[in-house]
C-alpha cells in the first residue's frame, strides 16, 4: 500500500518561497511519474505539476514557470519549489501518482500565503 507524506508548508507573504517535499513508500518509486496537486477551500483538487520517471515535467498554467517540480529517486522523494508566492496559491498540497494509481492519499500539508 502506497504512504505518502508531505512536508514544507506553512505560512509565507505573497512574493516569499517555500518548499515542500513528499516521501513515497509502499511502491517502486523509481518508475512512477509523480506529481503535486492542490486543495483550496470548497474547490477540487487539481494537478498542478508532474514528473516523469525520466525527468519530463508538466505543468498548470497556474504554476508555470514559478513552482518547479524534482525529484530523488535514492530518497523516493519528490520536491516543489513554490517560488512568487500568490494568495491565490493558498491550499493544503498533496503529493500522488500521477495518475493516481492507489487509493491512498497523505495528510496534505498546508500552504497559506498572506497578501
Known amino acids: 500500500q502506497v504512504q505518502l507524506v508531505e512536508s514544507g508548508g506553512g505560512l509565507v507573504q505573497a512574493g516569499g518561497s517555500l518548499r515542500l517535499s513528499c516521501v513515497v513508500s509502499?511502491?517502486?518509486?523509481?518508475?512512477?511519474?509523480v506529481g503535486w496537486y492542490r486543495q483550496a477551500p470548497g474547490k477540487q483538487r487539481d494537478l498542478i505539476a508532474t514528473?516523469?520517471?525520466?525527468?519530463?515535467?508538466i505543468y498548470a498554467d497556474s504554476v508555470k514557470g514559478r513552482f518547479p517540480i524534482s525529484r530523488d529517486n535514492a530518497k523516493n522523494t519528490v520536491y516543489l519549489q513554490m517560488n512568487t508566492l500568490k494568495p491565490e496559491d493558498t491550499a493544503v498540497y498533496y503529493c500522488?501518482?500521477?495518475?493516481?494509481?492507489?487509493?491512498?492519499w497523505g495528510q496534505g500539508t498546508q500552504v497559506t500565503v498572506s497578501s
Open positions: 514528473i516523469g520517471s525520466g525527468g519530463f515535467t
Open positions: 509502499g511502491i517502486t518509486f523509481n518508475i512512477h511519474a
Open positions: 500522488n501518482t500521477a495518475p493516481v494509481s492507489y487509493g491512498s
